[in-house]
């Protein structure tokens, strides 16, 4: 009896059985921004492509938070064994860790890249009836009136409130920040005249740019959009030389994660992402499909590390 339980015991120790085990235990893929904008729209897009390939459930959760950190630190805790995944956006890969002051998560440090996922474009939008018409009555009404003009943003210190305390140090613009958590919660505000300006995704705003309910100021890219080539861009708009590649937003996992788990991954992404109906789908979020695999995408973000860290240099402490 004893070597019978000994021998049953070795099965379910073996690799056969515990990837078996395994493939019955959903994955998961953090979001970490509130629903309804880019980085939640490619995260379902993948998950539900990602599962059938994968044969597993592919379950997305969103833990929106500190301008897009909080998500990424829950998936540094989580175990290095592929089953937790989260999608991060520019600012929390990328600008948050270079503030002065910043906590001492190092995402570069403790994540592991498996793949760039899309570009996001960014666009400075108003309320249609009660916002500025344009970049410069931006300007001008932010200086003339008592307080400042009150903008939104996806959170304190993302790619969004950066690109406008940009503009404000470019232009002398009195604007005063008021953080949301994600794109979509900004836009419920600024439809209901809650604030007159936000900096968002396109996801997010374009429906109501198309319905009439919010006016596009700019992107504040150093060329337009093909995803929305009328609009234009913020140094079109009336600021020489204002401008930065768009956002983006890749696929993580936890550092520790076995290479052939990541190179697995990313190659699966690629995969999804090469399929026509998938950038389709993609492109109906309003973002460009813009796959790089781990190594790419590894190497991408240090370099955009380096530049927001030289950069954020010459900016006041973001509050």
């Known amino acids: 009896m004893l070597l019978g339980r000994a021998f049953l015991l070795a099965l379910l120790l073996a690799p ?10 959903s994955m998961q893929i953090i979001v970490p921004f509130a629903p309804g904008a880019s980085a939640d729209g490619i995260a379902r897009t993948i998950a539900s492509e990602l599962g059938p390939r ?45 503030l002065p002051g910043a906590p001492p998560f190092d995402p570069l440090r403790e994540l592991v890249p498996l793949a760039r996922l899309i570009e996001v474009p960014l666009v400075i939008v108003a309320n249609a009836a009660s916002g ?19 903008y939104g943003s996806t959170g304190t210190n993302s790619g969004q409130h950066l690109t406008m305390e ?13 953080p949301y958590r994600g794109s979509a919660p900004a ?3 600024l439809v209901a005249g809650q604030i007159p300006v936000a900096v968002v995704d396109l996801t997010s705003a374009h429906p109501h740019i198309k319905a009439g309910t919010l006016l596009a100021l700019g992107v504040p890219h150093v060329k337009r959009t093909p995803l929305a080539p009328d609009i234009p861009t913020v140094a079109e ?4 030389g204002f401008g930065r590649i768009g956002g983006f937003i890749g696929l993580l996992a936890p550092a520790g994660t076995p290479a052939a788990i990541v190179k697995r991954l990313s190659r699966e992404v690629g995969v999804i992402l090469a399929v026509p109906e998938v950038q389709a ?28 860290k030289e950069l954020l240099q010459s900016l006041p402490v973001a509050n």
Do not use: C
């Open 54 to 98: 994968l044969g597993r459930q592919v379950v997305v959760e969103n833990k929106p938070g500190a301008g897009g950190s909080l998500g990424l630190t829950v998936l540094a805790k989580a175990p290095p064994d592929g089953d937790t995944l989260s999608v991060g956006a520019t600012g929390a890969l990328v600008i948050t860790p270079n």
């Open 281 to 308: 789908k993609v492109r109906l979020l309003s973002v460009e499909p813009a796959y790089e695999d781990d190594v790419a995408f590894a190497r991408m973000l240090g370099e955009e590390s380096a530049k927001w």
């Open 187 to 189: 836009v419920t505000d």
């Open 132 to 150: 500025p018409r344009s970049i410069k009555e931006l300007i001008e009404r932010s200086k003339a009136t008592p307080g400042g003009l009150s």
């Open 166 to 178: 940009l503009l404000k140090k470019a232009t002398g613009a009195n604007l005063v920040h008021v």
């Open 237 to 240: 708009a009336g600021v020489p």
């Open 16 to 25: 056969g059985a515990l990837l078996a085990q395994t493939a019955q235990k």
